[in-house]
């Protein structure tokens, strides 16, 4: 039991690359979030997807796109890297709708030069 | 979702209980306070929510005010381990997001 898998752990890019970070929850979660983080600050919600099938934008979705491949999979992509992306990305997964109790990833680093 | 107000750091001597406060001045009758934490750069951990009843578990207690205001959360004994940045979140019944706002930094000292 791996609970939530992100791929890769790391990553550098150059401006204009793009790139795509995958996620995979095994703990039969309906909701699945990307998150960033940014050095010394909280985490912000970039997409989430409240069940398979459905996405919806969080607080910074600009420059992402996302995809609920399956109720397993969710996955972040970049199209056109930015310095400005250069982040700390987490994935989590809930699965019962009210308690809010999130399980993360281990986050994947990505610097855009 | 309303607000919370955490201090930006606190320490705390090993073996003693750790006490974070947060304010949720705003909070409304059907938000819960979560608490989570962050061990260096890991992804958060879930500690511990409540609605209005104090609550207890394996990793720490939550007590909250009568009057929902304000919260704060117990790690009875602490430990090296516990040094983390801890969060306060109210969140709404069936709202998809969880504020992180900057949390509290805990260093536990030896």
């Known amino acids: 039991n791996a609970g939530v898998t992100q791929t890769p752990k790391f990553q550098v890019l150059k401006t204009g690359q793009s790139m795509t970070l995958q996620c995979a929850q095994d703990?039969?979660?309906?909701?699945m979030y990307w998150y960033r983080q940014d050095p010394g600050m909280g985490l912000r919600l970039i997409y989430y997807?409240?069940?398979?099938?459905?996405?919806d934008k969080g607080e910074v979705p600009n420059g992402y796109n996302v995809s609920r491949l399956n109720k397993r999979e969710f996955s972040l992509r970049l199209e056109s890297a930015a310095p400005s992306q250069t982040s700390v990305y987490f994935c989590a997964g809930r699965g019962r709708l009210n308690t809010g109790e999130l399980f993360f990833g281990e986050g994947s680093r990505l610097t855009v030069l | 979702d309303a607000k919370t107000t955490q201090p930006t750091s606190m320490d705390c001597a090993e073996g003693r209980a750790a006490n974070l406060p947060c304010n949720h001045s705003t909070i409304s009758g059907n938000e819960y306070v979560y608490w989570y934490r962050q061990i260096h750069s890991q992804g958060p951990q879930y500690i511990i929510h409540?609605?209005?009843n104090n609550e207890t578990n394996e990793m720490a207690s939550l007590i909250i005010t009568e009057d929902r205001k304000s919260s704060t959360l117990i790690l009875p004994h602490a430990t090296l381990r516990d040094t983390a940045v801890y969060y306060c979140i109210v969140k709404q019944t069936g709202a998809n997001n969880l504020f992180f706002g900057t949390g509290t930094r805990l260093t536990v000292i030896p």
């Open positions: 409540g609605l209005k």
């Open positions: 997807s409240a069940s398979e099938g459905t996405t």
């Open positions: 703990m039969n979660h309906n909701s």
